[in-house]
């Protein structure tokens, strides 16, 4: 290395200072420039994919489901925002480390620094550093094709195996959900296996309502198709529902009671109360048809055996 500096020198020595002027010291200042120029004009076009990303229309159809999610989608897009600026920051971060990291390799080459040891010592160094830090690598690949995919958002209930809750922040490394008792859970992206998203595109339930045996199924079936269609028209309930509840009929027998089911499709989320809606209507307007439910059993042991 001190030869070839020396030998570098040496021969800047017999140049003129218009030669020197023109030569290395020219050529590192049209590197530097290049590379802000060329970051410049790579995260210009960067910003203008995340832009185009953010403002991307969507296809419009007049049927009720695809008005009723058109509604409900103001966190959906918003959601999409996030995940579209967050990829281009990733791509920014990225663009610019590459294009500063080429551009300082070739200044250091027309400054006569040797490369090869350097670069050897950097792999070397990189080997280490993935090995020590698998699992971290590993957390941050993971969450870069969770965001890229939209598997889950911000908003969304989520089954991650491990817990199940409201996904609350969503990093590259970690995602942070509360679940139904209000713990706050922070799992890693790398230690997900599956993820079972309960908040996307739409949600059924199912409504299950027992009658006595002895009790008219078909009347009972018509006071519940009453209850759907009125559910159906009335706010803020057809704003949730994507279509009007389905009577099924009847689900299950037993030696006292019939079983009968209404199936919702309603906006992610919105099943529960649907469900609580429908079930105490149900049994409002089956009260007042004269419609009785199973009579239970007789508690403890009978007398005179």
């Not at 590192?28 to 120029?37: N, Q």
């Not at 996030?82 to 990733?90: L, Y």
């Not at 199924?217 to 389905?246: F, G, I, N, Q, Y």
Request: glycine share 8%; net charge neutral; with cysteine.
């Amino acid at each position: 290395m001190p030869f070839r500096f020396a030998t570098r020198f040496a021969a800047a020595d017999k140049q003129s200072p218009a030669e020197w002027a023109v030569g290395a010291p020219l050529m590192i200042l049209c590197i530097i420039v290049g590379a802000i120029v060329l970051r410049w004009v790579v995260v210009r076009a960067i910003d203008r994919t995340v832009h185009a990303m953010e403002n991307r229309p969507r296809p419009v159809r007049s049927n009720r489901a695809s008005r009723v999610l058109r509604q409900a989608a103001g966190l959906d897009s918003e959601r999409r925002k996030q995940r579209a600026a967050t990829m281009g920051s990733i791509l920014r971060s990225v663009a610019t480390i590459v294009i500063y990291g080429i551009a300082s390799l070739t200044v250091m080459a027309r400054l006569g620094v040797p490369l090869a040891p350097l670069l050897a010592s950097a792999g070397v160094g990189g080997v280490a550093l993935g090995f020590g830090a698998q699992s971290l690598v590993k957390d941050f690949l993971s969450g870069i094709f969770m965001i890229m995919e939209d598997q889950y958002g911000v908003g969304d209930v989520i089954d991650t195996g491990e817990a199940v809750g409201t996904v609350e922040e969503v990093t590259l490394r970690v995602t942070r959900l509360r679940d139904y008792e209000g713990v706050v859970w922070y799992v890693r992206n790398g230690e997900i296996l599956r993820i079972g998203n309960k908040s996307q595109s739409y949600a059924t339930t199912y409504v299950d309502i027992p009658i006595a045996i002895d009790q008219p199924v078909e009347k009972a079936l018509e006071v519940l198709r009453r209850v759907a269609a009125e559910v159906d028209d009335e706010s803020p309930w057809k704003e949730r529902l994507l279509e009007e509840p389905t009577v099924a009929g009847v689900q299950e027998m037993t030696s006292g009671s019939v079983t009968l089911r209404i199936m919702a499709t309603c906006v992610p989320n919105e099943q529960y109360g649907v469900a609580r809606e429908i079930r105490e209507r149900a049994k409002m307007a089956l009260d007042a048809a004269g419609v009785r439910g199973p009579q239970l059993p007789p508690y403890g042991p009978s007398i005179g055996t």
